[in-house]
């Protein structure tokens, strides 16, 4: 009868269906764990390409570059592939390698406690209370969508919803409707319900810069081709990797060059927006690459259009069905759809994960912002990994090659954690000091980049630190999550009292910069930096020989 009552215990928690949840579990199959779970919140497979439905939702990343490399699809119907063909291809991913008997849907994580001297996770769920000695949270960036606060917005008697949580049933045809914002979901939705709405009201607080996208369908012959020799689609991958790591090398080391890239977008609006005035409204005053650069063939024709209408002042507030902007101009609609984005620096998860002293990732973030050590864990958090954690956003490139650099970390971890533990338990704790040394360092780097040249974007938090964006190539990324780097963490065992968190040095403003000198390097650097301050440790297991 006791046995009934016992607690579930699995090795590994992983949170997540989308593209970082299922591909955590490829790789832990792949390495031989096998006592893993999945646990996702909603009742099928794909993160925010479940989610996200809305008309012409599609991904800005070529299609055979924002795929797992372990599983290509040489049936890519487009060059830009839409949700539907990215959520089927996820699907398939979950049958091809017998994903499903480890996934729980409609289970949604409540609450994940740390428990010093078990060494493991507690996981609070709808559906009961599971142990795990790893946790890998896979929940996104794009996961928790954000309204903003409008007052009046309550006392509108018209329809509202977010672009990730689209409302199918209701039909826009004929309608007076607002879309509020002008960023990457935005642009693929204006065009596609500008030729069947009445009026079209678009509130741009910001203008984009708008390359070609240049999407076309991919031709049955060049499907053969890559089925039939899966080198030409290695080829066509590679190809696509590299103009993007070029691009990025662009962004973050030489800004000089993009007034050329300034060039082709001005060329591009020009095109389509005959009006000057127009092109005034939609005309960025800052960097491109600033905020992150769109792709789109049709937004600017769009907005063109005589049904369509840019108010270049932010929504202020709603009074019954009239939306009034921020410089006074008024708009009667009967719907209003908000491209507002989502909590990325922000993240809603990181108030119910409570570290070795019962602190959450919230308050550890408080002070200093959201940050970790390779983007993956932070101190007083042992054993809780992260797919697409701080400052490993892209603006240029697939999000997916960062995840398998950090699926690559996760493998070595596990594998780090079973030669340490030798039969038994052993946890891994990050040393604030080797996480602070990288934090400042990465820091450096972006202050000299593109993405701080004084706009305002989703790659910074609510006080302007930089704490989503990788300042550099995927490559270097990949180099600097290729393997678990011991002298980076505490190593804990069972009885050792658990690990309170070491508060790591502060990282804003003047102090980070200042703290780190010379060039940013990956990986190579911040093992020493980490051994110099190990003297201080309270409990360290030395075990150079796992590497």
């Keep these: 009868m006791a046995a009934e009552h016992e607690q579930e215990h699995v090795r590994v928690a992983v949170i997540g269906t989308g593209f970082g949840g299922l591909g955590a579990a490829v790789r832990l199959r792949r390495a031989g764990v096998t006592d893993f779970v999945v646990l996702e919140r909603r009742e099928a497979v794909g993160g925010t390409w479940h989610d996200n439905t809305y008309p012409g939702c599609a991904c800005d990343i070529p299609s055979h570059l924002y795929s797992f490399s372990f599983a ?27 994903l499903r008997q480890h996934i729980r849907f409609n289970t949604e994580v409540q609450q994940l406690s740390w428990d010093a001297e078990e060494l493991h996770w507690r996981v609070e769920t709808p559906t009961g209370t599971l142990t795990a000695d790893l946790v890998v949270s896979a929940t996104g960036p794009l996961s928790e969508p954000k309204l903003p606060d409008i007052p009046g917005l309550d006392s509108f008697e018209g329809k509202v919803f977010h672009s990730a949580t689209w409302d199918h049933d209701y039909d826009l045809r004929g309608k007076r409707v607002a879309v509020i914002g002008t960023g990457a979901s935005a642009i ?64 973050a080391n030489y800004p000089n060059l993009l007034p050329a890239v300034e060039k082709i977008s001005k060329l591009h609006m020009k095109r389509a927006v005959k009006d000057p005035e127009l092109r005034r409204k939609l005309s960025p ?63 809603p998860l990181a108030h119910l ?17 959201m940050n970790a050590l390779r983007g993956t864990t932070v101190a007083g958090f ?13 603006g240029t490139s697939s999000m997916v090659l960062i995840i398998e650099a950090q699926l690559n970390y996760l493998v070595d971890y596990v594998r780090k954690l079973d030669t340490l533990g030798g039969g038994d338990k052993a946890a891994l704790d990050v040393r604030p000091i080797a996480q602070h040394t990288y934090n400042a360092k990465l820091r450096e780097r972006i202050a000299s980049s593109v993405w701080e040249t004084g706009c305002t974007s989703w790659y910074l938090d609510a006080q302007g630190r930089p704490v989503a ?26 009885g ?30 911040l093992p020493t930096a980490a051994r110099s301050g190990s003297a ?12």
């Design 496 to 525: 050792g009292g658990g690990a309170a968190r070491r508060k790591a040095p502060l990282l804003a403003g003047s102090t980070s910069r200042g703290a780190a000198t010379g060039a940013f390097h990956a990986a190579e650097d």
């Design 285 to 347: 005053d800052y960097r491109v690459g600033c905020k992150r650069t769109l792709l789109s063939d049709d937004y600017y024709p769009a907005l063109a259009q005589p049904n369509t209408h840019v108010v270049d002042s932010g929504l202020k507030e709603v009074r019954g069905n009239t939306l009034v902007s921020s410089d006074g101009r008024e708009v009667e609609v009967d719907a209003v759809v908000f491209c507002s984005g989502f909590h990325v620096s922000d993240m």
């Design 469 to 494: 964006v990788w300042p550099g190539t995927t490559a270097e990324f990949r180099k600097a999550t290729r393997e678990v780097w011991l002298e980076e963490y505490e190593v804990l065992r069972p």
């Design 536 to 547: 201080a440790a309270a409990r360290r297991d030395t075990a150079e020989d796992v590497r």
């Design 188 to 251: 693929q939705i204006i065009p596609a319900i500008q030729p069947v709405v009445d009026e079209l009201t678009v509130f741009q607080r910001t203008p984009a810069w708008v390359l070609p996208r240049n999407d076309r369908r991919i031709s049955a012959t060049e499907r053969k081709l890559h089925a039939r020799f899966p080198a030409t689609q290695k080829l066509r991958r590679f190809a696509l990797w590299g103009v993007r790591e070029l691009e990025t090398q662009v962004f």
């Design 353 to 369: 994960v409570k570290g070795a002293d019962g602190e959450t990732l919230a308050e550890a973030w408080a002070e200093d912002g």
């Design 72 to 98: 290509p699809n040489a049936d890519w119907p487009r060059s830009f592939s839409p949700q539907p063909d990215i959520r089927a291809y996820l699907e398939q991913v979950a049958d091809t390698f017998g």
């Design 382 to 394: 042992p054993n809780f990994l992260f797919v697409i954690g701080p400052n490993t956003g892209l």
